[in-house]
């Protein structure tokens, strides 16, 4: 959920003027005190201040409740995760309103030198909510040190192998790596990109012979950004390549069995403190597996090759393109839309800006807006199916044989499937789907996730291992999710050529 806010707090930015955010001279005039110095560093200072105060009042609550009670581990994961959520909802708040409700923008492209560099106004407008972001990870520090204790003596007693827990340096370092960089790193270069853009729109145009070719700038840089981001990530996040082994192999037979192609199979480092996988990258030149330290210390091989298999689904199903294609679509959406108010705007209100920049403005910001409302609504609706598709790939990828299946399962035959499915439905192994929803339960919980804790992109732990066992049981409900998950597939890819034909029409007129 960060990383969201990070990214909604850099589309706020690139959406506001430089000369700050158009409705702010007429709330002025209104309200006096909304332009005065005082207002606006009560705004910028008091974003670190608040992080202080939430992070540190849940902080305390976490640390003085475990001491009297180690057995409330449970519930102090939960606390810190609430109490971490409300602390950067508070942060985002007090954000926007140094953005959106006080001169902070105009000042700082007011300092000397800052119009010099392109880039610089954006990073130092964000100065202040990365600040907040690393007090909040400071005075949360003790409540996240406390309950990684309780957990590592809970190994410790269980047999199980367990690192010391991590100190202040490393964990805000990981903090930022993982939250923080991950966005900021692809951020920056299209904000230099939005900035030059801007400087020289006239010409970028005339040399084109396009009014329109400054926007495509940015799109040729956003790109770019995409289609390299893996191998910038790669080192944003600690990596190295996992040793030749059994585990190499077991995971290399499994990509061929899939025909998977990747550039490489990596181990993140993270001081064995997340125990987790990913997969980034749209080619194969640029496309990543990473396995977490923490993930192959505390698992068996068996299990690893399930979280692989699911992050081999992300790729068979093809969901990084869909993702893009999201992120097209939704850019086209909202310009349709800006597009449309501005010529009823031109129709029915002419009078209602007084220049055609003024209209340029705000229409430039509700653009940004509306992205980030399509991307915290729409993103998630999307993102939660293509985990749940990845999920059934990735027990599908462990389906024992017969002789190992000791439980009633459709694909083996010790079960019976309805005969109206029969044929229709691509069935998933029992046993499979409780490997594999017994890793997702094991990784909630050396990762300190209460399993009915709520996720934007992923839905709950809990949720997943349901429908996963409701899969092996009921085929026709992962046929379901196919047919959703194609329906949104059609959705983005139609969408997203009509939007393009359109919007090629329309320039072209």
Not at 172 to 199: E, G, K
Not at 348 to 365: E, G, K
Not at 433 to 450: E, K, S, T, V
Request: with cysteine; charged share 15%.
């Amino acid at each position: 959920m960060l990383q969201f806010i990070v990214f909604a707090a850099f589309a706020i930015v690139l959406g506001v003027p430089q000369e700050g955010p158009p409705w702010m001279p007429g709330m002025i005039a209104r309200f006096g005190w909304l332009g005065s110095p005082e207002w606006m560093w009560m705004l910028v200072v008091g974003q670190p201040l608040l992080a202080a105060g939430v992070g540190a009042w849940c902080s305390r609550a976490v640390v003085v409740r475990l001491e009297r009670e180690p057995a409330w581990l449970p519930s102090a994961q939960q606390k810190l995760m609430q109490g971490a959520h409300v602390s950067r909802m508070c942060i985002l708040g007090a954000f926007l309103l140094s953005v959106l409700q006080s001169n902070w923008v105009l000042t700082v492209n007011g300092w000397p030198g800052v119009q010099r560099v392109w880039g610089l106004d954006e990073c130092l407008v964000l100065s202040p909510f990365f600040l907040a972001i690393l007090v909040s990870w400071v005075v949360l520090y003790p409540a996240d040190q406390a309950i990684r204790q309780v957990s590592l003596e809970h190994r410790l007693v269980a047999g199980h192998p367990a690192r010391p827990v991590w100190r202040l340096g490393a964990y805000i370092m990981f903090m930022f790596r993982q939250h923080v960089l991950i966005i900021a790193a692809p951020m920056l270069p299209i904000i230099v990109a939005n900035d030059f853009a801007l400087a020289y729109r006239r010409e970028i145009n005339e040399a084109v012979g396009l009014k329109w070719a400054d926007q495509g700038v940015l799109v040729i840089m956003a790109g770019i950004v995409f289609l390299f981001a893996p191998v910038m990530l790669r080192y944003i996040w600690q990596t190295r390549v996992l040793p030749n082994g059994e585990l190499r192999s077991r995971l290399e037979e499994l990509c061929e069995r899939v025909d998977l192609r990747y550039r490489e199979i990596l181990v993140w480092e993270t001081d064995g403190m997340v125990v987790n996988a990913a997969v980034m990258g749209l080619l194969k030149p640029f496309r990543f597996v990473l396995l977490s330290d923490g993930l192959l210390e505390m698992m068996d091989d068996r299990r690893i090759e399930a979280v692989f298999g699911h992050e081999a689904g992300h790729v068979k199903h093809r969901h990084i393109e869909f993702f893009l294609l999201f992120a097209i679509l939704s850019m086209l959406i909202v310009g349709g839309i800006n597009l449309l108010i501005s010529l009823c705007v031109h129709r029915y209100a002419p009078d209602l800006f007084a220049t055609q920049a003024q209209m340029s403005d705000y229409l430039q910001f509700s653009g940004m807006v509306l992205i980030v409302l399509f991307w915290g609504v729409g993103f998630g609706v999307v993102s939660r199916r293509f985990e749940w598709q990845a999920d059934l790939f990735g027990a599908r990828s462990v389906t024992p044989g017969a002789t190992e299946c000791s439980v009633p399962c459709v694909v083996h035959g010790t079960a019976t499937v309805p005969t109206t499915t029969r044929g229709r439905c691509s069935p998933v192994c029992s046993t499979a789907a409780d490997l594999f929803a017994d890793a997702l339960g094991r990784i909630a919980a050396l990762n300190g996730i209460p399993p009915k804790a709520p996720s934007w992109r992923h839905s709950s732990i809990a949720n997943r291992v349901e429908l996963l066992r409701k899969y092996a049981v009921d085929p026709t409900l992962s046929a379901k999710l196919e047919l959703s998950v194609l329906l949104i597939k059609a959705i983005l890819f139609l969408g997203t050529i009509v939007g393009l034909a359109i919007g090629v029409w329309i320039f072209l007129e």
